[in-house]
């Protein structure tokens, strides 16, 4: 009687041995099927809103690299005058009295925050 009953115990044994192993290796099977493949993407291709891929200025250069171009350039020289701005507004803040507060003080923080304004758009799109 025992002998059976070992004999039953190992086929027991031997089926959840099994399926522990289909449960291991199953849920790594479907995960790999819905992972995306690693393809290559080119790291200095970023697509500007508006413009198509394709578009070839007659000079041979693409529209995209020029805009770009564009915008780096004005970015360069409106960081050059908020740098003008700031110092000029640190000199007349220095000038001024603790008590004493210049409208043109006012003017000059207005035109900073709209020139990083346009930095900030520039640079999102």
Known sequence: MFKGYDSEVSGFTDYFSVRRRWFRVVPLAVLARFLPAQTPHPQDEMPVPGVRED????????QRDEILKLDYDENLKDARNLMDL??????ELEKSDRFVLSLGLLKKLDDMDKITKRIRNRMRH
Do not use: Q
Request: a positive charge; zero cysteines; glycine letters at 8%.
């Open 55 to 62: 578009v070839t200025l007659p000079n041979g250069k693409k």
């Open 86 to 91: 700031a110092k000029s507004f640190e000199l």
